[in-house]
């Protein structure tokens, strides 16, 4: 089994983040896979530090465990909500990973958004019902 953390951050504005990487297409919700000997808490920690240069200042809210079987067999996906309360802006995104951070209204994101970030968003934002599936 593989797992992975994303996290819907927002800030003081109301808006959330979303980065688009260096190597894919589509902007997404901060996150990555859970490595050996990290719990799913620690990589969410050092994903929005690697990948937006935020630190937390408070614990993060967990949420949901999506199913991700659709893009590799036996996958899952933990879902954050990090306030804008709990994190501060301690560094700079990682250049060769993050190309570029976006702050977007989360009922509006913008279109080259994943599907997956836009279904996220909807769950959370709009009352969409929400699915098992990432």
Not at 11 to 35: M, S
Not at 67 to 94: C, E, K, Y
Request: glycine share 8%; charged share 25%; hydrophobic share 35%.
């Amino acid at each position: 089994m593989t797992m992975g953390a994303r996290a819907i951050v927002e800030n003081a504005d109301g808006k959330v983040l979303l980065v688009r990487h260096t190597y894919t297409k589509g902007l997404y919700l901060p996150g990555g896979g859970v490595e050996h000997g990290e719990t799913v808490q620690d990589t969410m920690r050092k994903e929005l530090r690697e990948e937006a240069g935020l630190e937390l200042t408070a614990p993060a809210q967990q949420g949901r465990v999506y199913s991700n079987h659709r893009i590799m067999r036996n996958d899952h996906v933990v879902l954050f909500r990090v306030s804008a309360d709990s994190w501060t802006q301690t560094g700079t995104p990682n250049g060769r990973e993050i190309s570029e951070l976006v702050w977007c209204d989360p009922l509006a994101p913008p279109e080259d958004a994943t599907p997956a970030t836009m279904r996220r968003l909807a769950e959370a934002f709009s009352n969409a019902e929400i699915s098992d599936y990432w």
